[in-house]
């Protein structure tokens, strides 16, 4: 128990709390527990249905299962965290997401289910929980695809990594069978019936490394491991799998490319940042780096970094990249192409000496790029307004997962499991270009975070707030934001979706241009419109019937196309009949059907098994230097002859490779020069297994 008494402030005086009170950790359920007379949370009502639910979809009819408990408890947190926008992902807390919810699909495999079930629960859940929590129950729908796409993704790999670590848990000298787990085989030798072997040595430890690719091929998270072993009394190398972690993020560190080859060492004061209101300043220069390291100064043709102690450049932060300009004294010009942090309150001006030299203590002139911040700006605003937009749209459940602002476009992920429909576009830019017609003032004020909260500004989970922050408002969007923005709404100009797709589970992005950019990407579809137009001779109105009625004649052509060929390779067929040869009382055939296709040559194929009753029989066809071919046995001759292996024993000789059932197999190949070889080889060939 807790006893809240007093409260102890930062100099540790202690005053008595107004309404002091005890903890005593027991929980609701526990109380409903007590209060319907059961011995157990998982006995209360709610726990009850739920485990009666899970029962149902795993074919369980034990209840008593532990198995059941675990799933009946994990629907509950999974569900409740997708409601409040936590998408199975693979960090943060969604990582934690999806480990609860492959625990709870690794028990129901447990149980003999090898398909997605877990999703199917959600409607029981809503049953028992919807009227006191109406949030969670009003996304019923959404909960229930995005379990059942996490189910489907883990499924795809659980059978794999399951058969692994069986295998890898097996000791020495052991099998894996299947009906060992019945007590069948223990029963048999228990009975004198079969002879028991000699015991095997017991795995005690799982490789790390095992672990590892467990985790990192097959999507199990190492408490999952951890579960499975633990219930076979085993133990898990952990140390060796961090160290195996540690080795693929040393390697992907190793593989990527970076601005600097090392982090820059400054022990100075933090510069000023007056960029908000400023895109020029006078700025002394502080420190200079060549190659990461401190120098006196940079040289013309030198490349390096140049600290000032005031700044208008904004360095990339918040998804927005940093500033381009440049910094000048005297004769000395220092292009600026990016602006980096160093630490958080020192910013690095990565860039070029381009003529003269820059010295440390040297007085300057600081300008930013007026085109490519207006234009950045333009495009973080805009991605203010169109996360609202989304989240209104779609649903509140739409949370940004991560940006990219730059002068050409913005680039916004957010959970959401769904494509995002063109209607839905639509209406998001309808809103977006509303709230810029309106041409609403920004507002920007700077308070702490508990006020902050008050206002109801959105925050981005997993971003790190200082006590000060700063509250934007553009349009109706209210969010914490440092980055730079327009002063009123109608400065965005214009604004429009250009692409939407998925780029993990769960997660869409969306790119958009604004401004200018946005005029030339209209014109751009305007004039390919215009294109498509007077080639097809219509009216740009006109063009989706036009289109709509060619798609409808080239498929009415195809089906002719396709009905011509059979009519020929039918044709050809029949001629061929006549040029089987007999080889110890079976026909074999091999010949060219011309201009056949796959469908052709398949059903040829049946035709002359038909009519020449006991045969072997290879077809080919060839379209510039790539071969198709099929072979066919009838069944009396498949004890002796496999389609399979001939059709792969031809398909060798002109570059390919196929294979088959017995008696029909397909391959392809690109060498068509050698197909009349290949062809007359398989007389000999068949004469040999007769």
């Known amino acids: 128990n807790v006893f809240m008494q007093f409260n102890m402030d930062e100099t540790g005086a202690v005053t008595p709390l107004p309404a002091p009170c005890v903890e005593t950790g027991m929980g609701l359920e526990r109380l409903a527990a007590i209060l319907q007379h059961v011995h157990s949370n998982y006995e209360i009502d709610i726990f009850e249905a739920l485990i009666k639910a899970a029962g149902r979809e795993t074919g369980t009819a034990d209840l008593t299962n532990p198995s059941l408990k675990v799933i009946a408890d994990h629907i509950r947190a999974t569900a409740f965290l997708i409601s409040d926008g936590v998408i199975p992902s693979n960090e943060g807390r969604g990582y934690v997401q999806r480990r609860i919810v492959r625990r709870a699909i690794r028990h129901g495999y447990k149980l003999g289910q090898k398909t997605p079930f877990f999703h199917k629960l959600v409607p029981d859940l809503v049953r028992m929980m919807g009227d006191a929590y109406p949030s969670m129950a009003s996304q019923a729908q959404r909960i229930t695809e995005v379990l059942k796409a996490e189910e489907e993704r883990f499924y795809e790999t659980l059978a794999s990594g399951m058969q692994i670590l069986d295998s890898e848990l097996t000791p020495i000298g052991a099998e894996i069978r299947p009906a060992d787990s019945f007590g069948t085989r223990a029963a048999l030798e228990g009975l004198g019936a079969i002879e028991a072997p000699n015991p095997p040595s017991k795995i005690t430890v799982l490789r790390g490394e095992v672990a590892f690719k467990l985790h990192d091929t097959y999507g199990f998270p190492l408490d999952l491991t951890n579960d499975v072993c633990r219930e076979r009394g085993v133990t898990v190398d952990e140390a060796g799998f961090h160290a195996a972690m540690e080795a693929q993020k040393a390697k992907g560190r190793a593989a990527g490319k970076f601005k600097m080859d090392k982090a820059l060492e400054y022990t100075g004061a933090g510069n000023t940042f007056v960029g908000y209101e400023q895109l020029e300043a006078p700025a002394k220069v502080v420190a200079l780096y060549l190659d990461g390291t401190p120098v006196a100064a940079l040289k013309a043709g030198q490349q390096g970094v140049v600290v000032l102690d005031t700044t208008p450049f904004y360095a990339e932060s918040g998804g927005q990249v940093g500033d381009e300009g440049l910094i000048t004294s005297g004769s000395a010009t220092f292009a600026v192409g990016d602006t980096q942090k160093i630490k958080s309150d020192v910013f690095g001006h990565h860039g070029a000496m381009v003529q003269g030299t820059l010295a440390v203590g040297d007085t300057v002139n600081a300008s930013v790029n007026l085109a490519q911040r207006a234009a950045t700006v333009r495009n973080h605003s805009v991605t203010h307004l169109m996360h609202k937009a989304l989240r209104e749209v779609l649903g509140t459940h739409v949370q940004q997962k991560g940006s990219l602002v730059d002068a050409d476009k913005t680039r916004f992920d957010f959970t959401h499991n769904a494509p995002v429909t ?5 209406e998001i830019e309808q809103r977006v270009n509303a709230e810029i017609v309106a041409n609403a003032a920004t507002q920007a004020r700077v308070m702490d975070i508990e006020s902050a909260q008050k206002t109801g500004a959105m925050m981005l989970f997993g971003e790190k707030y200082g006590e000060s922050v700063r509250v934007l408002d553009i349009g109706s969007s209210r969010e914490l934001c440092g980055g730079t923005h327009v002063r009123a709404t109608g400065d965005i100009g ?6 939407e797709g998925g780029v993990a589970a769960g997660v869409r992005r969306v790119e958009a241009v604004t401004g200018l950019n946005a005029l030339s990407y209209v014109q751009g579809m305007e ?18 019937a036009r289109v709509g009625a060619l798609l409808e004649q080239m498929r009415d052509l195809e089906k002719e196309m396709n009905a011509l060929k059979s009519r020929l390779a039918s044709a050809q067929g029949d001629e061929l009949v ?15 059907l011309a201009g056949a296709d796959a469908k052709g040559l398949r059903e040829t194929m049946d035709k002359l098994k038909d009519k020449l009753k006991t045969a072997v029989i290879v077809l080919a066809a060839a379209d510039g230097a ?22 792969n024993f031809v398909a060798q000789q002109v570059g390919g ?21 290949a062809l007359a080889s398989v007389q000999a060939w068949v004469a040999e297994r007769l």
Do not use: C, H, W, Y
């Open 422 to 426: 063109d209607a839905q576009i639509r």
């Open 494 to 499: 214009f604004f429009t979706i250009t692409a």
């Open 527 to 544: 004039a390919t419109l215009g294109g498509v137009a007077g080639t097809l001779k219509v009216t740009p109105g006109e063009v989706p």
């Open 578 to 592: 006549n040029q089987a040869v007999e080889v110890k009382g079976i026909k074999v055939l091999s010949a060219v």
């Open 626 to 647: 790539k071969v198709q071919i099929a072979a066919g046995v009838t069944a009396d001759v498949m004890g002796k002859v496999k389609a399979g292996e001939l059709v």
């Open 657 to 677: 490779k196929g294979g088959g059932k017995p008696d029909m197999a397909m391959a392809g190949g690109t060498d068509a020069a050698g197909l009349p070889k």
